[in-house]
């Protein structure tokens, strides 16, 4: 276990008196014995041990949370001065991110200019509008908090404010209008909102909801849902966003849900370490390890103990459970009893079982897809989604002057029915798909791009200029080649109809006539041609090729690359013998681009976009023809489910239907083991037809029962 956040209690009394507190108000009561206000001289020393621990362990980023009790009441001087002190300890061996979580009722400009000066983002607790609010958080005379909260509030959305705001925290409770807390709290205009569920075990459980509701956490929260997805879901939710990932197969969001470890270490106001702070509502020292900032190291630390690690090992009972991927067991405090420990489910397994599932039927669409009964209109459909993530890229780069340019380009070249044919080539080329990935999830990668916009236009013969900071001495212009640059900086790349110039700099200048011939300092893509469809792209070039599981060739010479295109042909003649019109087949690979792989390795599919087919140089045509209908079923399916749902998510259809493609695949070629593999699946093709109903959508079904008519289909 890493530790990259760590939760530092500056402060551990608090001005709310708020019910529900985990700190004050549930089994362990260490906060009585911990000092008010963190001193100096622990603070020096934590920010000495986070030092230490980032260099040893080559941590590139840590969190570090201000926390309490109320931490704003150690005021803004001390506040300052703690900031500081972590800047100077860790800002130049790591990129440190300072938070803090407050209850807002003491946030003024004071406060906020110290954070502004040092970029703490700000959390706040908010339970909803007045009335949910003050069910719980009041102050120590019984008085509301919300009017003190809405005033720091309204300090931290001002514009010079506005980007320190981290979201806000609500703690579910079920006898609130769910609709009339998530309008309060959108009114507000966040960035995130995380909703929480109260803090319970099997021996202390949650507080009830109405009689004869079995799951009144999950209603509430599918309530919510519903809401924030009717309004386009307007702004990130945690939990949602949290379950909506890992039902795709994506990680989990929040350290309530998913299996994936924490990494968190709290330090109290004393410099004891101990692990995440939910754990105090188990009993008595839960969170205690026994460590300090002065005696130990947070090497140590990690390495003696499970704090902040959220244990990946589950009960026997999750373990068998379809949403353990990602309800995780749920919160790992809320798993405890006295009698088993933490050996149980989430005390809230009911609920997070019914609200993961909830989600999963109302995001599922059921009815049969064009694209899983045509071909073309499955290719249609991976194009739609490329220009889909293409345009979230556009957001993310939308406001720079030189994306801008490109992007008008490319919205020109798409208003052409010609122009735009040359577009989609692009958009589509397999290797560009991680980029366009990142660009939505994370970071867009500019370069990339441009040089991604410059091929588009290239193509189709445009006049344009396009102007970018090029980090590499390459610019890899997707489908069409490589241009080697005299050095890395500012170029400026012309396009016209018979080619392009671009120059670097102030003097440099190179540039190429005719892309498909080379040119100095421009090497084009090779091709192969296969007598039926377009072209084939032999791409030994591009950066982000490497996609195979298997090494990639370096670029081919001259010699190499006819030798690799002259045993291509022989494979596909082959292909073309054997299975007369194989291309026309609902299963025939829709490839657009084979890379050369290292020899001795046999034909196989990527794990970036679809069309990408990975040959050895040395490859057998007789090997490839084998291999080609098994990669051809496997990259339907692929295809298949990014653009459609073939099942609730999370459900075992999805595993039975990879099975069954696969053995039907074997069993109906003359190949070793098709006896076997035709008894294989049809029994797999029976446990999926013995699946509740539900568990298949329409695209599911046809699916299915186009796989048992080949399987009950004789071979020659």
Not at 365 to 378: Q, W
Not at 598 to 611: I, Y
Request: aromatic fraction near 6%.
């Amino acid at each position: 276990m890493t530790v990259r956040e760590v939760v530092l209690k500056v402060h551990s009394r608090c001005d709310l008196a708020c019910d529900h507190c985990y700190v004050y108000r549930h089994a362990d009561q260490s906060w009585r014995r911990m000092p008010p206000l963190i001193a100096e001289e622990t603070v020096r020393q934590v920010a000495l041990r986070l030092s230490e621990y980032v260099t040893e362990e080559r941590i590139t980023s840590l969190v570090v949370i201000l926390h309490g009790g109320e931490p704003l009441l150690a005021g803004p001087a001390r506040l300052r001065s703690i900031c500081a002190q972590f800047t100077r300890a860790l800002a130049r061996s790591t990129d440190l991110d300072l938070h803090i979580h407050t209850n807002g009722v003491r946030l003024n400009r004071a406060l906020l200019e110290v954070f502004r000066e040092y970029d703490v983002k700000v959390g706040l607790s908010l339970d909803g509008d007045r009335a949910a609010n003050d069910r719980h958080r009041l102050d120590h005379r019984g008085r509301s908090s919300h009017t003190r909260v809405l005033r720091g509030l309204g300090l931290l959305r001002l514009p010079e404010y506005r980007h320190l705001f981290q979201g806000l925290l609500c703690t579910v409770d079920v006898a609130n209008d769910p609709v009339r807390v998530h309008d309060a709290l959108t009114a507000l205009d966040p960035p995130r909102i995380d909703y929480l569920l109260p803090h319970a075990t099997w021996d202390v459980p949650p507080p009830p909801g109405r009689p004869g509701t079995a799951t009144p956490y999950a209603d509430w929260l599918l309530k919510v849902f519903d809401r924030w997805d009717g309004q386009g879901r307007p702004v990130p939710v945690r939990i949602f966003d949290s379950v909506l990932s890992t039902l795709r197969g994506g990680p989990a969001l929040t350290e309530a849900l998913g299996l994936a470890p924490g990494g968190i270490a709290v330090v109290e106001t004393d410099g004891t370490i101990e692990r995440p702070d939910s754990l105090k509502i188990a009993y008595d020292g839960a969170p205690a390890t026994g460590y300090d900032v002065f005696r130990h190291g947070l090497r140590e630390f990690t390495e003696r103990t499970e704090a902040g690690t959220r244990p990946a090992e589950v009960s026997e009972i999750c373990r068998s459970c379809r949403a353990v991927a990602s309800c995780g067991g749920g919160l790992y405090a809320h798993r405890y009893s006295s009698e088993r420990g933490f050996d149980n489910p989430s005390v809230y397994c009911a609920d997070l079982l019914a609200l993961i599932g909830g989600v999963a039927e109302r995001i599922t669409e059921r009815a049969l897809a064009p694209a899983v009964t045509s071909a073309g209109e499955l290719g249609r459909a991976r194009l739609r989604l490329d220009r889909t993530l293409l345009a979230g890229a556009n957001t993310k780069l939308a406001g720079r002057a030189d994306w801008d340019e490109a992007w008008r380009l490319l919205v020109r070249l798409d208003l052409d029915e010609a122009a735009a044919v040359h577009l989609d080539a692009v958009i589509s080329h397999p290797y560009l798909r991680p980029s366009l990935l990142s660009s939505w999830d994370g970071t867009a990668d500019l370069p990339r791009l441009m040089a991604a916009g410059a091929a588009a236009v290239l193509r189709a013969g445009a006049e344009a200029t396009l102007r970018w900071e090029e980090p590499s001495p390459e610019i890899h212009l997707p489908t069409l080649g490589t241009l080697r640059l005299p050095r890395p900086g500012a170029v400026e790349f012309r396009t016209g109809p018979h080619g392009f110039r671009v120059r670097v700099g102030d003097r440099a200048v190179i540039g190429c006539d005719d892309v498909s011939r080379t040119a100095r300092g421009w090497r084009p893509l090779a091709s192969l041609a296969l007598g039926h469809g377009p072209q084939v792209l032999i791409d030994d070039a591009d950066p982000f090729r490497d996609c195979f599981s298997v090494p990639v060739t370096p670029p081919l010479g001259p010699g190499p690359l006819d030798a690799f295109r002259e045993r291509l042909r022989a494979a596909y003649r082959l292909l073309d013998e054997r299975e007369p019109a194989w291309w026309e087949g609902v299963n025939a690979p829709a490839t657009t681009t084979i890379t050369p792989l290292s020899a001795g390795f046999g034909p196989r599919l990527g794990s970036c976009g679809s069309g990408a087919l990975g040959v050895a140089t040395d490859v057998d045509p007789e090997e490839f023809v084998r291999a080609l209908p098994g990669l051809g079923r496997r990259a339907r399916l692929t295809a298949l489910r990014e653009v459609v749902d073939l099942h609730l998510p999370g459900s075992p259809a999805g595993r039975l239907l990879e099975l069954a493609s696969a053995y039907v695949g074997i069993a109906t070629r003359q190949s070793p083991g098709a006896r076997r593999a035709h008894a294989l699946a049809g029994h797999v093709l029976n446990q999926l037809s013995g699946l509740p109903e539900r568990e298949l959508t329409e695209n599911g079904v046809y699916l299915m029962e186009e796989l048992r008519r080949e399987w009950a289909t004789p071979r020659d």
